[in-house]
């Protein structure tokens, strides 16, 4: 006897999403009800869905991001029941399915909410404060066209294993938008650990740390105050320890370039 597969039911929901036409307009909530929603569903189709009946309707279509659909690129950045990217843990919005919904439930769908993240339209916010951060330090300086031996220079699995931890942000902005304060130390704290743990990452260590942390705070970007809210909802996991990494990092940094700029000084009134 062939065990049958037990029938989806469909249910109905409402999206009580954030309009708002562009970033001098103010926004508002408005509800568009969701028939024959199937638990399979991803919370993006959904969206997708709800979209294609609007295209045909006098309103414009809900604009939200999206690239991979796979919890890789850090896209899709909302907050869904005043959870950034809504129910789970260790999941991107795009990862969200309508199983985790009941049917008649009212989901409240809107942006990131961040002064660094302005909204450009609807669920769109400009993130590009992090590329920003990325830019002042998110690299090593290494020559090309004469790669070395992969296994010239050893790495401790203690030091690769977390270094894979710390890369596996997604640079989603999730941490900001779930922090009171708006912080994006678990951001950069994940980029700076990242290399800063890997030998080839050396060099630059303390420039980047430095440089990184400047830019954050010049971005707008709040201080940690330990709510531990940014690692609850990282799609991937990151720890909040890093923060703690990237504060010794950073006192060293400064501790370090404070004595290079009494002893640069010193010389030269010698
Ligand atoms: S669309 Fe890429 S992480 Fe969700």
Not at 45 to 71: K, M, Q, Y
Not at 221 to 228: A, E, K, P, V
Request: hydrophobic letters at 40%; charged letters at 20%.
């Amino acid at each position: 006897m062939v065990a049958s597969t037990p029938s989806k039911k469909l249910f109905s929901v409402t999206l009580r999403v954030w309009r708002q036409a562009n970033p001098d307009q103010p926004g508002k909530f408005v509800d568009y009800p969701a028939h024959n929603v199937s638990p399979d569903m991803s919370f993006l189709e959904l969206l997708d869905v709800v979209n294609d009946g609007l295209t045909v309707s006098p309103e414009e279509p809900i604009a939200f991001a999206h690239d991979c659909r796979e919890g890789i690129c850090g896209t899709c950045s909302c907050t869904i029941n005043g959870k950034p990217h809504g129910p789970g843990k260790g999941v991107a919005t795009c990862q969200v399915y309508m199983r985790s919904f009941q049917a008649g439930d009212v989901i409240v769908v809107e942006p990131f909410r961040a002064t660094a993240f302005p909204i450009i339209k609807d669920l769109v916010t400009e993130r590009s404060a992090f590329d920003k951060i990325q830019q002042a330090g998110g690299f090593i300086s290494a020559r090309t066209g004469a790669a070395p031996d992969a296994n010239a220079i050893l790495v401790s699995k203690a030091a690769a294993d977390l270094a894979m931890d710390a890369a596996a942000c997604i640079g989603c902005g999730a941490c900001v938008a779930a922090c009171k304060n708006a912080s994006a130390m678990l951001f950069v704290a994940a980029k700076v650990s990242h290399l800063g743990l890997m030998p080839q990452g050396q060099p630059e260590r303390d420039r980047r740390v430095l440089a990184m942390v400047q830019t954050m705070d010049e971005a707008g970007f709040g201080n940690c105050t330990n709510q531990y809210e940014c690692s609850a909802v990282c799609p991937k996991n990151i720890t909040h320890d890093f923060i703690a990494r990237l504060n010794r990092d950073y006192v060293g940094a400064l501790f370090r370039s404070e004595l290079q700029s009494v002893s640069t000084s010193a010389g030269g009134g010698a």
